[in-house]
């Protein structure tokens, strides 16, 4: 909860000084960093809860008249050092078979590149991020034998040019397919346990990737299971192409609040065609209903009449302010992947689609 002090605002009319506790001129400043003052300025007394915090560096050489706040390291700091210790902390995704392969092969390589040197002390020369997984060289301290850069995780063998995409990466983009959260979130979770976060382009690079792969298996998936559902029809010597479906929504809002009309404060909706000729319920159709266009946001807030779905590159296929509906999606709105015809319908969700 805010105070008072937070929200209260610093205009230029007021001449007194913001913190006259802090910046007085003429006082001494030759306290190390080590013994910072934590000071209750005059004008923060009870109405406020203002806690200002005063750092003063003896490493200051500067001729100034007042006091200065700096926040300089200390003359003997190592910051080199500090530097690597800091970027080598900390937990990391490493595949563990490849780890003690890392230790057992650097250890091999410096027995035969140093044999003088007794003992292979390991510390970290470089540690090389690749999205969520890492590239490890080692060196040894006592005699300063840096061995190969080695990858702490299993490749995706692609056959393209460049590096291959760590297995860890495309496989953390292909579960987070089917979770609420996010690239950004993945971000903070990693940076919550102490793992420096991949960078958002080269999730987003990779999920997008990753999406476009999953689209594809899933129509695939969806028109063999069609194939095994038109079997049981023929079997039973009814239209083959006639089959009975459910329609099971999934929408981007945690609020749901209404039976008959749920989901509409969401932006998208996923809907599913669930067959019940079978008794395996195979899902047949996917409808996806999309309110959502960076592009035509971006258009529009820039003053052009563009509307969406109907631009150029839309990723909307529902307008705005539309209702998302569950009747609509059965209707295939959405246009599925081999595109069925409804020929009836049932109550509830409950349809007929033919599929060609
Ligand atoms: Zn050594
Ligand atoms: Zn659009």
């Known amino acids: 909860m805010f105070t008072k002090g937070h929200t209260k605002k610093w205009s230029k009319k007021?001449?007194?000084p913001r913190n006259p506790g802090c910046f007085q001129a003429g006082k001494p400043s030759g306290r190390s960093r080590s013994q910072t003052s934590i000071q209750i300025p005059e004008s923060a007394s009870a109405s406020t809860?203002?806690?200002?915090?005063?750092?003063?560096?003896?490493d200051c050489k500067?001729?100034?008249?007042g006091n200065i706040c700096t926040l300089r390291p200390l003359d003997n700091a190592d910051?080199?050092?500090?530097?690597?210790?800091?970027?080598?902390s900390g937990m990391r995704w490493i595949d563990s078979q490849l780890n003690i392969s890392l230790i057992n092969t650097n250890i091999n390589k410096h027995q035969v590149d140093s044999p003088s040197c007794p003992k292979f002390i390991a510390d970290y020369y470089e540690q090389k991020k690749w999205g969520t997984c890492w590239q490890f060289t080692l060196k040894c301290i006592a005699c300063g034998f840096i061995g190969d850069r080695m990858k702490?995780?299993?490749?995706?063998?692609?056959?393209?040019?460049?590096?291959?995409?760590?297995?860890?990466n495309v496989a953390l983009a292909s579960a987070l397919q089917d979770c609420p959260i996010g690239n950004t979130t993945v971000q903070q979770l990693l940076a919550g346990i102490d793992t420096p976060p991949p960078c958002r382009s080269s999730m987003q690079r990779t999920s997008s990737k990753v999406a476009a792969e999953m689209v594809k298996l899933n129509k695939t998936d969806m028109a063999q299971k069609l194939e095994l559902v038109k079997e049981v029809n023929r079997r039973r010597g009814v239209p083959e192409n006639e089959i009975n479906i459910t329609v099971d929504a999934r929408y981007n809002s945690n609020t749901i609040v209404s039976k008959?009309?749920?989901?509409?404060?969401?932006?998208?909706?996923?809907?599913?065609?669930?067959?019940?000729?079978?008794?395996?319920?195979?899902?047949?159709?996917?409808?996806?209903?999309?309110?959502?266009?960076?592009?035509?946001?971006?258009?529009?807030?820039?003053?052009?009449p563009i509307e969406c779905p109907g631009h150029e590159e839309c990723t909307a296929n529902l307008y705005r302010a539309a209702a998302l509906s569950e009747y609509r999606?059965?209707?295939?709105?959405?246009?599925?992947?081999?595109?069925?015809?409804?020929s009836g319908?049932?109550?509830?969700?409950?349809?007929?689609?033919?599929?060609?």
Request: one cysteine or more; proline letters at 6%.
């Open 14 to 16: 007021d001449n007194s």
């Open 49 to 58: 809860s203002y806690v200002r915090q005063t750092l003063k560096s003896s």
């Open 62 to 65: 500067m001729e100034t008249t």
């Open 79 to 88: 910051l080199k050092r500090e530097e690597n210790k800091e970027l080598h």
């Open 152 to 168: 702490m995780y299993k490749e995706i063998a692609n056959g393209k040019p460049g590096p291959n995409p760590g297995q860890p």
């Open 260 to 304: 008959k009309k749920p989901g509409q404060n969401a932006t998208q909706v996923f809907a599913l065609g669930i067959e019940t000729i079978t008794d395996r319920k195979f899902i047949v159709a996917a409808v996806v209903q999309n309110k959502m266009c960076w592009r035509g946001a971006w258009l529009r807030g820039k003053g052009f």
């Open 329 to 342: 999606a059965g209707k295939r709105d959405g246009k599925p992947d081999r595109t069925p015809e409804m």
């Open 345 to 356: 319908t049932v109550c509830d969700h409950r349809w007929r689609w033919t599929f060609s």
